[in-house]
Structure formats: structure tokens, C-alpha cells
């Protein structure tokens, strides 16, 4: 499956990093940022038609951590 804003430098940082316990947690990988979590958790939500409460909970997370 491809991410969005993930070409393939990237997916292999992505690889080679896990495990990753949270979704939040991939913001260690470099040049991955807020905006590009954010486009992958809501591409993951959309996709998901049973409305994953976890997802959910980390969108919430990155638009608190936008907020300042």
C-alpha cells in the first residue's frame, strides 16, 4: 500500500525504524513530519470504514500538537 507524500527513500527510513508502538512514534523518521502523519492517518481513517477509535484519538493528538 503506498502512503501519501512516501516515496521510497522514505518507506525504507519507515522500515528500517520499526517497531513503532503509536502512530506518533514515526515522527522520529527524517523528513517526516507533522503534516505528513497527519495525510497518513487520514488516508488510514478514510480506509478504515469501521472508524478506528485509535486513528481517531491520533488525528485528535497532531491537531492538539498544531495547535501549540
Not at 19 to 47: C, F, M, R
Request: glycine letters at 12%; hydrophobic letters at 40%.
Amino acid at each position: 500500500a503506498e502512503l501519501p507524500q512516501i516515496g521510497d527513500v522514505r518507506a525504507a527510513a519507515i522500515i528500517k525504524g520499526r517497531p513503532y508502538t503509536q502512530p506518533t512514534d514515526i515522527l522520529i523518521v527524517d523528513g517526516i513530519g507533522e503534516g505528513t502523519l497527519k495525510a497518513i492517518l487520514e488516508e488510514s481513517l478514510a480506509k478504515n470504514k469501521t472508524g478506528d477509535i485509535h486513528i481517531g484519538n491520533q488525528l485528535a493528538e497532531i491537531k492538539r500538537m498544531e495547535a501549540g
